[in-house]
């Protein structure tokens, strides 16, 4: 059982930053692949960046390639989302996940992700 728990979200003007942090407990963290995903108001709730749990490949939406940086620290069990040029379109709630590494279902997909922490509000103003 692992338990996820966001912090770091808030409102922030278009162009700054932010941090989410994802803290998790139980013995498993270290070999959980681990997942942001958003869902912004009236929308489905999309992919946003994973890491492997070894901490080596990474991976982004194309929406936030090169603004986005998905870390982890397995000392910490915490996962990590640098949010750099924030714009209105990045509002939504953040979610972390954890999945296996063993399952066979892709990184980027949700249903990989067997636990989901309850989620932080970004809000970003233009």
């Known amino acids: 059982q692992v338990q996820l728990v966001e912090s770091g979200g808030g409102l922030v003007q278009a162009g700054g930053s932010l941090r989410l942090s994802c803290a998790a407990s139980g013995r498993t963290f270290s070999s959980a692949d681990m997942g942001w995903f958003r869902q912004a108001p009236g929308k489905e709730r999309e992919f946003v960046a994973a890491i492997s749990s070894s901490g080596g490949p990474t991976y982004y939406a194309d929406s936030v390639k090169g603004r986005f940086t998905i870390s982890r620290d397995n000392v910490k069990n915490t996962v990590y989302l640098q949010m750099n040029d924030l714009k209105p379109e990045d509002t939504a709630v953040y979610y972390c996940?954890?999945?296996?590494?063993?399952?066979?279902?892709?990184?980027?997909?949700?249903?990989?992700?067997?636990?989901w922490g309850q989620g932080t509000q970004v809000t970003v103003s233009s």
């Open positions: 996940a954890a999945g296996s590494q063993y399952s066979s279902v892709f990184i980027t997909t949700q249903r990989k992700y067997d636990y």
